[in-house]
């Protein structure tokens, strides 16, 4: 596989803003993910006094739906899929003083438009394109064009995660990036140098400046969703190597 980034290396995203009726105030989701690859997605409101965190998701890339009800009301609709998280009283107010007021609920992700998101120095991400497994994406940055296929298994209908855990391993995003790399070792071992793993606990992301290259790892993720003996081979290959987390 291609070398991670290094230890210093981190990737910081953020969502289109949506700005407030009188343009006061505006609201994005700040997406941060790191080279051990943990990550986090964070609701902000930026103001002419500064900025307020508001709910945060321990993932990369998490879409919620803003409204606002006026400069000093806004509700965050998030996807009811993910864990609950923490909400108290400091990221329930915003704006100098504290005066707005954040409403916080949990909707079906269906419900959520995807955002649409900017890397830092001002690459524009596309729509990302559905998958039978995954999604995958478009960078544009500095006249260049980069992909990033991602899957998050713990999500999905029928996941694998408690099958995983049940023999030991992690069962997120380090188990599927070990049977990732099992199945590109198996089935399509010319894309290997091609293709980045950056994993976190729930998911993970596969970056190529080779579109086709991620189109294969989407075709093996699911062929082996759909095949047992596939996926179990890929482990095995994984483990037989020390990538299998």
Avoid: C
């Avoid at 609950?84 to 915003?94: E, F, K, L, Q």
């Avoid at 991602?150 to 992690?170: C, K, M, N, T």
């Avoid at 950056?198 to 993720?221: F, P, Q, T, Y």
């Amino acid at each position: 596989m291609a070398n991670p980034p290094s230890a210093d290396q981190w990737t910081l995203e953020s969502s289109q803003p949506v700005v407030s009726p009188s343009s006061e105030y505006n609201v994005v989701v700040s997406s941060q993910t790191y080279a051990s690859g943990e990550a986090q997605s964070q609701a902000v409101v930026s103001g002419s006094r500064g900025g307020s965190g508001l709910i945060a998701f321990p993932a990369a890339r998490v879409s919620m739906r803003f409204e606002w009800r006026g400069d000093d009301e806004l509700l965050v609709s998030y996807p009811d899929d993910l864990p609950p998280p923490r909400i108290d009283a400091t990221n329930t107010r915003y704006g100098f003083g504290g005066r707005g007021r954040v409403t916080y609920q949990a909707v079906p992700r269906s419900e959520i438009p995807e955002l649409r998101w900017a890397h830092e120095g001002g690459g524009e991400v596309s729509e990302p394109e559905s998958l039978e497994r995954g999604s995958l994406v478009a960078i544009e940055q500095n006249g260049e064009t980069v992909y990033s296929y991602s899957y998050y298994d713990v999500h999905e209908p029928d996941s694998s995660a408690i099958a995983l855990q049940v023999r030991g391993f992690q069962g997120g995003g380090p188990s599927w990036a070990g049977i990732i790399y099992g199945l590109v070792t198996l089935r399509a071992p010319t894309i290997a140098s091609e293709i980045q793993l950056n994993d976190e606990a729930n998911g993970l992301s596969v970056e190529s400046d080779n579109r086709a290259a991620l189109i294969r790892v989407a075709e093996l993720v699911a062929a082996a969703k759909r095949d047992p003996s596939l996926l179990d081979a890929a482990i095995q290959r994984a483990q037989a190597d020390g990538e299998m987390e």
